[in-house]
T-cell receptor, first 114, second 110 residues
């Protein structure tokens, strides 16, 4: 089984709808991240969480919200989806260990907003 | 502000034709320089972390090197299955977040 899973893998929705993307991990990592990826723009950080009680905005948090339900679960919500939120969304995790910041990524969710 | 620039944007090689991908960076207090491989429609797959100038790491046909201003991913005798987008990222300071480059799309032709 994959260490980092994302659901759904694909989603098509309409402008104005509320959408939730979910991420679960079995790696035992405390830190979790949400990124979006657009062609030519690379990976951009939306939100990150260092533990259940710690949520931080990333580079592009406007229009998004998150919930850290447990150490292993981190959800991303689009309260009112708009077409320019069409992108690939990735969840990632990393360990607290001081020696490395390596992040491990899930398989992604392809979101299309019509 | 941390910055990561990858070049070239795209690279086409014949099978067996060795080459290098470049990742240049500006950072205040480098904690780590990361290389990932990403196949179309999939999540980035971790390859290497480099921590200090002069460090080198190898995995099969790939070797990553690091200087104070740039990192190279050397691909020796590539095969078609090495075709992917290769991403470079760095972490710095206390925030310990990753800043990504936009990637190099590598195509290896049989």
């Amino acid at each position: 089984d994959a260490d980092v899973t994302q659901t759904p893998r694909n989603r098509i929705t309409k402008t104005g709808k509320r959408i939730m993307l979910e991420c679960s991990q079995t790696k035992g990592h405390d830190r979790m991240y949400w990124y979006r990826q657009d062609p030519g723009l690379g990976l951009r950080l939306i939100y990150y969480s260092f533990d259940v009680k710690d949520i931080n905005k990333g580079e592009i948090s406007d229009g998004y919200s998150v919930s850290r339900q447990a150490q292993a679960k981190f959800s991303l919500s689009l309260e009112s989806a708009i077409p320019n939120q069409t992108a690939l969304y990735f969840c990632a995790t990393s360990a607290v260990a001081a020696s490395t910041d390596t992040q491990y990524f899930g398989p992604g969710t392809r979101l299309t907003v019509l | 502000e941390d910055q990561v620039t990858q070049s070239p944007e795209a690279l086409r090689l014949q099978e067996g034709e060795s080459s290098s991908l470049n990742c240049s960076y500006t950072v205040s207090g480098l904690r780590g320089l990361f290389w990932y491989r990403q196949d179309p429609g999939k999540g980035p797959e971790f390859l290497f972390t480099l921590y200090s100038a002069g460090e080198e790491k190898e995995k099969e046909r790939l070797k990553a090197t690091l200087t104070k201003k740039e990192s190279f991913l050397h691909i020796t005798a590539p095969k078609p299955e090495d075709s992917a987008t290769y991403l470079c990222a760095l972490s710095s300071g206390s925030a310990r977040q990753l800043t990504f480059g936009s990637g190099t799309q590598l195509t290896v032709l049989p």
